[in-house]
């Protein structure tokens, strides 16, 4: 179980992820070099530090080795991003995620062996954080101010489930709009419509029950 998230470079990217995992009910720690950038996000998540995040000691003393998952969000600099992605690896961080500037960037970071790199330009932070919060969920999409859609693979424990049996609409007030099931796109699903293993639901709610949904994977 995560409990706890580390975020390294606060640009509009990285505090996207760090403020979005926080109002998900997650513990996170927000690094950056950046006094300004540290002081705008503090009142926003749990631990706001300014730390030399390619400096192994500091990582350690802001207390990056608590955390389960880190996100280096570093921009513009790709030395540093890498310099930092090899401290956290050698650090033995259980999971990280590299936000990478460029194709060449990102094959860099795949080669130190990272497990997830993501490009700002297709990935926002928003969509990432949900993202991360579990291995289940492929895609949100915020529609609009207060609407969200997303894309949750069916796990091991829903398999052989309904829709009827998940009552989505009832419990959390969320619509199912299709189910992907390999290359087959079944379009407003029947209620007694059975689940398979990795199956793909696409569902559309208000933001707010979409979260409270994912409280139970």
Do not use: W
Not at 113 to 124: M, N
Not at 186 to 197: N, Y
């Amino acid at each position: 179980m995560i409990k706890q998230f580390g975020v390294i470079g606060l640009g509009r990217f990285g505090s996207s992820v760090a403020i979005t995992l926080e109002k998900l009910g997650y513990q996170v720690l927000a690094i950056d070099k950046n006094e300004s950038k540290v002081d705008a996000l503090k009142d926003f998540v749990t631990h706001a530090k300014q730390t030399d995040a390619t400096d192994a000691d500091a990582l350690k003393e802001a207390g990056i080795a608590n955390c389960d998952v880190v996100v280096v969000a570093i921009g513009g600099d790709m030395q540093n991003s890498i310099l930092t992605t090899m401290v956290l690896k050698d650090m033995g961080t259980k999971r990280i995620i590299v936000k990478a500037s460029n194709a060449m960037h990102g094959k860099v970071i795949e080669k130190i062996g990272v497990e997830k790199i993501v490009y700002p330009e297709k990935d926002t932070g928003i969509r990432i954080a949900h993202q991360l919060v579990s291995s289940n969920i492929l895609d949100f999409i915020q529609v609009s101010s207060d609407y969200s859609m997303e894309e949750i693979k069916i796990s091991e424990d829903l398999k052989g489930s309904t829709l009827k049996d998940l009552n989505l609409r009832k419990k959390y007030d969320i619509e199912v709009l299709a189910i992907k099931r390999r290359d087959k796109l079944v379009l407003v699903p029947h209620a007694e419509e059975e689940l398979i293993l990795n199956d793909i639901l696409i569902i559309i709610g208000k933001t707010e029950n979409v979260r409270e949904f994912e409280k139970s994977f």
